[in-house]
């Protein structure tokens, strides 16, 4: 069962918009820990391959979302998404489907830049 905070990621509306942060190096080298991703709650129906996108991992029973590229989109009767890390050697093996899909990224910002952006906010710039 995912966490509340997963489960209210998996309940945002459609075109929302959030931030999450990166805590892992499994997509290097596009995404870094402490990188920031823009994320767009879209349909699953509009992921293509090659889109990195945002979802529950319920078999890591993880708190976190994870953010991995999709490879390959399967629809059987309906659509699965088989995603794997940049950095990884290996798929993983749960495919993302409606019930744990989050959202697409659709940007991201690099550690330094919203280090720096914070910075600048708190000394009133």
Known sequence: MPSRFISFLIGLP???????????ESMLPMLKIGDRIIVEKTPIESVKVGDVIVFSNVQLHSELPVAHRVIKKV?????AL??????S???EQQLVTRTNYIGRMIR?????KTKLFNLLQKLSF
């Open 75 to 79: 629809i059987n009767p309906s659509i």
């Open 82 to 87: 088989k995603t794997k890390g940049d950095n």
């Open 89 to 91: 050697t290996v798929a």
């Open 14 to 24: 459609p075109n929302t918009i959030f931030a999450m942060r990166i805590n892992s």
């Open 108 to 112: 991201k910002e690099p550690f330094l």
